[in-house]
């Protein structure tokens, strides 16, 4: 449901999640390919969060990182994905999860969420910061994965 001033087509364009995926490949080239598809002409706004391997963790130095992740955690980002949007019809979403080594500095988790709007007028909905984090939150408990430092 978007803003009653809003065209038809522009609730047509939301209430859509484009991917989850989590793959060995860097995420940079396959979020900017994202970011094209999850800005379509009618969404005025787009949050990204890009999770990027840090220098260090827990007080210690990292040199790389690597994730591996369950069978079962596409499906899990999925199902958070899905719940996301229960939530808030309004948005465009799509993300992805890196596994294997990762470089510091690479992407290991990206999510963009859209709307047309950057706030809503509506009282129990939110900017699509909100969404971005919203996204996160639940997910990072529910996916089971494992991080390893060197």
């Not at 065209?7 to 991917?19: E, F, I, K, R």
């Not at 391997?53 to 690597?66: A, C, I, K, M, T």
């Not at 999925?78 to 993300?95: C, G, S, Y």
């Amino acid at each position: 449901m978007t803003s009653t001033n809003d065209p038809a087509y522009v609730s047509d364009d939301t209430g859509v999640v484009l991917g989850t995926l989590i793959t060995d490949q860097p995420l940079e080239s396959l979020a900017a390919a994202a970011y094209d598809d999850v800005m379509v002409a009618s969404m005025g706004a787009c949050v990204t969060f890009n999770g990027v391997v840090r220098n260090h963790d827990g007080g210690q130095r990292v040199r790389s990182l690597s994730y591996t992740s369950h069978p079962t955690a596409e499906a899990i980002m999925a199902t958070v994905a899905d719940k996301v949007l229960d939530r808030h019809p309004d948005v465009r979403i799509w993300a992805a999860h890196r596994i294997g080594g990762i470089a510091i500095g690479e992407a290991a988790f990206v999510v963009h969420v859209a709307s047309a709007h950057r706030a809503w007028h509506q009282r129990t909905a939110m900017p699509p910061f909100g969404h971005a984090r919203t996204w996160r939150t639940p997910l990072k408990p529910r996916c089971p994965s494992g991080k390893n430092n060197f």
